[in-house]
């Protein structure tokens, strides 16, 4: 065939209109988008809660005078960490001492009143045997004994409390723990009665609990479980972990009706004083196990429907919504809308447009 047969040829193709076409569709297709994928599977994930919690000492006692008179000494450093029966405060003893030596010396008295009663008696006894005095006589001197029997026991109960009142005025330590600001200073008159009876406080920050509530479905999941087994961990205001994991050791028997949440609490060991009663802390509740799809964080994107991911689906971009759980270190859980063997695309995600030719790439 001559040259100019074979221009005349190519001329009556480019002129046909589906010949025109095809050339221009080939020359505006976009090229496929290079992107990164992973083939999703399931596999074993915690059951995890997370919550914000606040740590409280595992006791707090109010440390109280029992006794008026003037506060003498303050026998500890604000802060310090104090052993049980350690004191705290001495409170004026002179008139307390002054008390026990009165209600002893009525004691003394009452017990020779009581000795010299038992005399007359066994002599009156005598008599009253060979009819020399009167039944009357006799009986009044028994009687005499009783009463001196019961005098005595008054003298020796006032006794006992005057020593009591003596002892308060040393204010120990009821438990071990660290101690609060003093709440009344040296020359403070003090009154049990009062608030000025109210003296310092004492928290047992070892160990420590951790309050927190979870949801009602949260807590029926949770309940599913074996609750022996159950681990609280703690991360701190600075983003690290509280190396030493919990156990629950209370739950809520009601459901709060305003938030819809049960409250709980963990017990934590803090033997260095790490966690301090008062302090808000992320708590993570871990019972156990579930197979579950994890995907990427910085894979799942949110619109006005909710979150979704993007999946290579032949060789084109498409969104998937799905229901996340709880985040599992850099990674999510993914409770339904993927399934084992998706390819979820992981990065040049603002490209992406539904229908995107996009050239797959598995990661590394």
């Not at 009165?102 to 005399?119: D, F, H, I, S, W």
């Amino acid at each position: 065939m001559s040259r100019i047969s074979l221009l005349l040829l190519f001329f009556i193709a480019a002129c046909t209109p589906g010949g025109a076409q095809d050339g221009k569709k080939a020359a505006d297709a976009p090229p496929a988008l290079a992107v990164t994928t992973i083939e999703v599977a399931p596999r074993a994930v915690p059951i995890g809660f997370e919550a914000v919690g606040r740590t409280e000492g595992s006791r707090d006692v109010q440390v109280r005078a029992r006794v008026a008179g003037i506060i003498e000494r303050q026998l500890y450093s604000e802060g310090d960490a104090v052993k049980a029966g350690a004191p705290l405060f001495r409170i004026e003893r002179a008139p307390f001492e002054i008390e026990l030596a009165q209600a002893r010396g009525t004691l003394e008295q009452e017990v020779a009143r009581q000795e010299l009663a038992k005399q007359e008696h066994e002599r009156l006894k005598g008599l009253a045997d060979r009819r020399a005095i009167s039944q009357k006589e006799a009986d009044q001197a028994a009687s005499s004994v009783q009463q001196g029997a019961a005098a005595v026991q008054v003298a020796q109960a006032r006794v006992r409390q005057a020593e009591l009142n003596l002892s308060y005025t040393t204010v120990s330590a009821p438990i071990g723990g660290i101690t609060g600001r003093a709440l009344q200073s040296v020359g403070t008159l003090v009154q049990p009665n009062n608030d000025s009876a109210l003296l310092t406080t004492i928290t047992r920050g070892d160990p420590i609990w951790v309050r927190f509530a979870l949801s009602e479905a949260e807590y029926a999941r949770l309940r599913g479980t074996n609750e022996k087994a159950v681990e609280v961990k703690v991360e701190l205001a600075d983003g690290k972990e509280y190396p030493s994991p919990g156990k629950l050791n209370f739950a809520g028997s009601t459901v709060d009706g305003a938030t819809g949440t049960v409250q709980m609490r963990a017990e934590l060991p803090n033997p260095r004083q790490q966690l301090l009663p008062g302090q808000y802390v992320r708590v993570r509740v871990v019972a156990g196990t579930q197979q579950a799809i994890v995907v990427p964080q910085t894979a799942v994107m949110q619109n006005e429907t909710g979150r979704f991911v993007w999946v290579s689906d032949a060789g084109k971009a498409a969104q998937r919504p799905i229901r996340a759980g709880s985040w599992l270190g850099n990674d999510w859980i993914v409770l339904d809308g993927l399934k084992s063997g998706d390819s979820v695309i992981v990065d040049n995600l603002a490209r992406l447009r539904p229908g995107t030719p996009v050239q797959a790439k598995k990661a590394g």
